[in-house]
């Protein structure tokens, strides 16, 4: 029964105790809702790595007292579920690793990963990198990263959507997570494409075959291009309609960008990791910049995260 059940999509969570843990709880369990999946509740009793080397580290071992603690903790994020919605499932988890270990190790390819934004200040994660930053950059699955306020989301619903869309390789997955994402409320979808002009010393015109076009007209042609196919491509590929979209271009920095787009919105989704060198979608940067400075979750597919 329990090899059967592994292979369901599963949203895991990690508790800890914290504000930040308990807002990333609430929205997780809205979303296993949405999706009538199990809540796997994870808790990490090993100490944080200073250095995010991806070696393992030497093996911990908890004590009676931090495992009681675990078990504590664990069963109370359970009843927390139970509450919001009694027809959820949990799962709960125990580890002796480090944070973002232990939830890197619990997730699988079709989950959905959901942390909260402990650490997230300019200082530790340059240094040392948070729990969340490392969590997006190599999860095997999407990452949800849940900003708080007094211990609550801003927001649990996924009625609106803004997913930046950026000349990379993974431009296509991005939009098809946050089709999927919006899918499941059938609601409005926003695409978003955001571009500065590069620093030059001297052409603004490119030569076409039609005589002379700005940079400008040319970056926003080529963005406009992309983001009809990409759409017109994954829209035959889900068969019927069942989500609004609406496209937004915008000549501005792109995290200023985006945020001014999602203002009101319920998500924005972003990948972790790109080239987009033209529309300036360098989005390491972008994603870093948006968990840093937005106060709606932020779903991020890492290079690596399922979702073809």
Excluded at 43 to 69: C, N, Q, W
Excluded at 198 to 204: K, L, M, V
Excluded at 211 to 224: A, I, K, P, V, Y
Excluded at 242 to 268: F, N, W
Aim: proline letters at 6%; one cysteine or more; charged letters at 20%.
């Amino acid at each position: 029964m329990a090899e059967h059940r592994e292979r369901f999509p599963r949203v895991v969570v990690g508790v800890d105790g914290s504000d930040h843990a308990g807002a990333a709880l609430q929205w997780a369990t809205a979303e296993a809702v949405r999706r009538g999946a199990v809540v796997r509740l994870v808790h990490a009793m090993g100490p944080p790595s200073l250095v995010p080397t991806g070696k393992a580290s030497a093996r911990f071992h908890p004590s009676d007292e931090m495992r009681s603690r675990a078990n504590a903790l664990l069963a109370e994020a359970r009843e927390y579920v139970v509450g919001l919605h009694p027809d959820v499932e949990t799962e709960t988890v125990a580890t002796s690793e480090d944070g973002p270990r232990a939830l890197l190790h619990q997730s699988r390819p079709h989950d959905l990963l959901v942390v909260g934004t402990r650490g997230l200040g300019p200082v530790a994660a340059v240094l040392v990198g948070s729990v969340s930053v490392r969590v997006a950059a190599r999860a095997p699955c999407p990452v949800v990263v849940v900003p708080h306020d007094l211990g609550r989301p801003a927001t649990t619903c996924l009625q609106r959507i803004v997913v930046g869309v950026s000349f990379s390789r993974d431009a296509r997955r991005v939009l098809k997570l946050a089709m999927d994402l919006t899918g499941e409320t059938r609601g409005e979808l926003v695409v978003a494409t955001s571009w500065e002009m590069p620093q030059s010393s001297g052409y603004q015109f490119e030569v076409t075959g039609s005589g002379h076009q700005s940079l400008e007209e040319m970056f926003d042609r080529q963005s406009e291009q992309l983001v009809d196919g990409l759409l017109t491509e994954l829209s035959q590929a889900r068969g019927a309609v069942d989500i609004k979209v609406s496209v937004v271009r915008t000549r501005s920095d792109p995290v200023d960008g985006l945020l001014r787009v999602a203002e009101g919105a319920d998500a924005i989704v972003v990948g972790s990791s790109g080239h987009g060198t033209v529309l300036g979608w360098l989005l390491s940067s972008v994603s870093q910049g948006l968990l840093h400075r937005s106060h709606i979750p932020i779903v991020v597919l890492p290079k690596h995260g399922a979702q073809d």
